[in-house]
């Protein structure tokens, strides 16, 4: 299986306005995709089972966007910061911290 995530930004041309360009990134396991999503804040994975077959993974289905996880880490920081006050910490390299270290507190409690 093959994961791969495909990536759209805005290109300026010079007298046109923009273009959208895609880029599309492939990955072994599922592990490394993950991280890569989490970090560039992607929607979605794709999954090549087969030729013509291809689904698609959300990964903020079950894991704190950035957004979400500094929503949640203000309401409890003692539990995601480890402090019992957060207003020292920047939440935003914590997350980022998490997602390459310990992805178990990022993962939402359903």
Known sequence: MIYEIRQTTEK?????????VTKAFKFKTLN?????????????IYV?????????????????????FIKVSKKN?????????YK???????YFYLVNNNLNKL???N
């Open 48 to 68: 090549n089972i087969g030729e013509d077959i291809t689904t698609i993974r959300r990964p903020f289905r079950d894991y704190y966007s950035l957004d979400q």
């Open 88 to 94: 020292k910490i920047d939440i935003e390299k914590v």
């Open 32 to 44: 490394s995709a993950l991280i890569f999503a989490l970090n560039e804040q992607i929607k979605h």
């Open 12 to 20: 300026k041309r010079l007298l046109f306005g923009t273009k959208k």
């Open 77 to 85: 920081p003692f539990f995601y910061l480890g402090v019992h006050n």
């Open 107 to 109: 993962k939402k409690f």
